[in-house]
């Protein structure tokens, strides 16, 4: 997205990208903004758009700075190995940078639209995609000659494309100076392309617009109120909001001579090569494991993920220490890409959540209370039969305010606990 992901002009595009993900399943990555000392109330904001105006509620992965202790980001990528939807925004994106380079975040990232995820990345986030970043801060703001930060290169490493990502594309909020292309300007933009390797090319996203960039089905699809600009060496294609077209024609951009044989070195699918398989991404081999190895991580995963929901910590250690063999039996072959298989990662979540759940408590926690809630709706159903009307509703609201569901029937008084009483 260019700009404008928590703005009305966005609502459609969010919901077209949530709709097939189930609560729970969404999370906020607040790295982007962590600097600010507004970042809690940029959150708050967040989660509020997408619940009241989207329909979805979305959890926080807090990773605010390169400094976070060890179990914090450890917390921050197990939710995001849990996620089918990852969402990042405003901020500063060399500030990001600093704290997701050199870490597991890109494999990750890489790894949940493997699975079929979604990463939503606006604004500052969006410039980290491509192989090279606009410092847009350090540039517009301190006044440093401009040069290109190495990004993330999550673009080329899902779809092949060699992609340099700026937002903000048709910024005009300098009035009688040029602000285009995330406040760089023409001269600064021309200047920076230069610089560039000759196969990348940027990939330019306009404000209040959103770029579906689908690898499963290799399209494209153009949101919002702007357009995509895929500009090379200061030639431009672009393709206006409603646009649809294919993955590879994105790479068909002027001053490429060979466009078809740029494509197949790129690893890019196209219909003479057969296309590409559902929900996997475009792009060169990633790696070296084999189905079964990755199919033995996936149902560690799946066991450990079930024996925590039905509270069996037996079972869960259990599927702990499977990982852990199948992590030990590889170690006597080849080695895994780590692009393809996150094996180590997934354990160390697997730590995390047990550290969780040692916390919480394994028991239900409906048992551990039970008493003194049934004491608290006996005392109620009293104070209602002396008419003190007043005190009923109090107690009612108390227990709502611990996360207590009361429910009046036929039969008499229910009770049950909210999934997340601590969710507001």
Not at 158 to 178: F, K, M, Q, S, W
Not at 195 to 212: I, K, M
Not at 380 to 393: I, L, N, Q, S, Y
Request: aromatic share 6%.
């Amino acid at each position: 997205m260019g700009s404008g992901e928590t703005a009305p002009a966005m609502i459609k595009a969010h919901r077209m990208l949530l709709e097939r993900v189930p609560e729970g399943a969404a999370v906020l990555l607040d790295t982007p903004y962590g600097f600010q000392e507004n970042a809690d109330d940029i959150t708050a904001r967040a989660r509020q758009y997408f619940r009241a105006s989207v329909g979805h509620d979305v959890t926080v992965a807090g990773w605010r700075s390169a400094d976070t202790d060890g179990l914090t980001r450890e917390r921050a990528l197990t939710a995001l190995r849990a996620a089918l939807w990852v969402f990042a925004g405003p901020g500063s994106p060399t500030y990001a940078l600093r704290a997701w380079r050199d870490t597991a975040l890109p494999r990750v990232l890489r790894e949940t639209v493997f699975r079929g995820g979604t990463l939503v990345f606006a604004s500052a986030a969006a410039l980290t995609l491509g192989s090279h970043t606009v410092p847009v801060y350090e540039i517009y703001k301190a006044g440093l000659r401009p040069y290109w930060e190495p990004g993330l290169d999550l673009v080329a490493a899902l779809t092949g494309l060699p992609a340099v990502v700026i937002p903000h594309y048709d910024n005009t909020e300098g009035g009688h100076h040029d602000t285009r292309f995330c406040y760089l300007g023409e001269r600064r933009l021309s200047a920076l392309e230069a610089e560039l390797p000759e196969d990348r090319f940027v990939l330019g996203v306009d404000e209040h617009t959103a770029v579906v960039l689908d690898v499963g089905a290799g399209t494209v699809s153009v949101l919002g109120n702007g357009g995509l600009t895929i500009r090379r060496r200061g030639e431009s294609t672009c393709h206006a909001a409603g646009t649809d077209l294919r993955l590879a024609d994105l790479a068909t951009v002027p001053a490429l001579d060979d466009p078809a044989g740029s494509l197949r070195n790129l690893g890019i699918a196209t219909a003479e090569s057969g296309g590409l398989a559902a929900n996997r991404p475009m792009g060169p081999d990633l790696g070296s494991a084999s189905e079964s190895e990755r199919s033995a991580v996936e149902q560690c995963r799946r066991q450990f993920s079930a024996s925590l929901a039905g509270r069996d910590v037996d079972a869960a250690v259990s599927a702990a220490l499977d990982l852990e063999q199948t992590i030990t039996d590889r170690a006597a072959g080849p080695s895994w890409a780590d692009e393809e298989l996150d094996a180590h990662g997934v354990l160390r979540s697997m730590i995390v959540e047990l550290g969780e759940l040692a916390r919480t408590g394994a028991a239900d926690p409906v048992d551990a209370i039970r008493p003194f809630v049934d004491l608290l709706v006996i005392l109620r159903d009293r104070v209602r039969a002396e008419k003190d009307f007043a005190a009923g509703d109090e107690i009612r609201d108390f227990l709502t305010s611990a996360g207590v569901e009361l429910r009046d029937t036929a039969t008499g008084p229910t009770w049950s606990l909210r999934a997340d009483p601590c969710s507001d």
